[in-house]
């Protein structure tokens, strides 16, 4: 197996453009071409067709929504939404819109592999949301930005936002207000 790190998009962004966006998206495209390089070289050594593939992050950016820049420093969705992609032999594509959590990664890959998840993985396997079967996730979906923020996003697309310096609470639908406005 192999585990590939990328660094970028990460600050300081070496993109081409005139803003830190058009930088940042910038790098993006790098990292998009280079998956498009191991992804081909996958094709030619014919091995795609046994090989797992799972791609993600582990924060987005911001751009200056809710008055924040950069990471770790909010639990708004431009920071907690980043792509997951997960390629699986066997297993058609789709499109899943069931939040989902990077701690349901580990259960995950050992479910696809038919091995036992231990039971103090907080995660849940995601395999049959892949499969396009009912699969109810029972785990809470939490975050925290470092002792600044900390989040939930319930079930029924409600997020929950305490901002501990403030000593504030927000209250989100993510369904009708997925900007967090």
């Given at each position: 197996?192999?585990?590939?790190?990328?660094m970028?998009?990460?600050s300081?962004?070496?993109?081409?453009?005139?803003t830190v966006?058009?930088?940042y998206v910038g790098?993006?495209?790098?990292v998009?071409?280079?998956?498009?390089?191991?992804?081909?070289?996958?094709?030619?050594?014919?091995?795609?067709?046994r090989t797992?593939?799972?791609?993600?992050?582990?924060h987005?950016e911001?751009?200056?929504?809710h008055?924040?820049?950069?990471?770790?420093?909010?639990?708004?969705?431009?920071?907690?939404?980043v792509p997951?992609?997960?390629s699986?032999?066997?297993v058609a594509?789709?499109a899943?819109d069931?939040?989902?959590?990077?701690?349901?990664?580990?259960?995950?890959?050992l479910?696809v592999?038919?091995?036992?998840?231990?039971?103090?993985?907080m995660?849940?396997?995601?395999?049959?949301?892949m499969?396009?079967?009912s699969?109810?996730?029972?785990?809470p979906?939490?975050a925290?930005?470092?002792r600044?923020?900390q989040a939930m996003v319930c079930?029924?697309?409600?997020?929950i936002?305490?901002?501990?310096?403030?000593?504030?609470?927000?209250?989100?639908?993510?369904k009708?207000?997925?900007?967090?406005l």
């Amino acid at each position: 197996y192999y585990y590939v790190h990328l660094m970028e998009p990460h600050s300081p962004y070496q993109g081409r453009g005139k803003t830190v966006r058009d930088r940042y998206v910038g790098e993006i495209a790098t990292v998009d071409r280079a998956l498009g390089k191991f992804l081909a070289s996958l094709d030619k050594a014919k091995l795609r067709d046994r090989t797992v593939v799972i791609i993600s992050a582990d924060h987005g950016e911001a751009f200056g929504e809710h008055g924040t820049t950069w990471h770790a420093v909010s639990v708004y969705e431009e920071l907690l939404r980043v792509p997951l992609i997960v390629s699986v032999p066997g297993v058609a594509p789709r499109a899943i819109d069931t939040p989902v959590s990077i701690i349901d990664l580990p259960p995950t890959i050992l479910d696809v592999f038919n091995l036992d998840t231990p039971g103090t993985f907080m995660g849940q396997s995601l395999v049959g949301l892949m499969q396009g079967r009912s699969a109810p996730l029972t785990r809470p979906l939490v975050a925290d930005s470092g002792r600044r923020m900390q989040a939930m996003v319930c079930d029924d697309g409600d997020k929950i936002i305490r901002d501990l310096r403030l000593g504030t609470v927000e209250l989100y639908n993510l369904k009708a207000d997925p900007l967090e406005l």
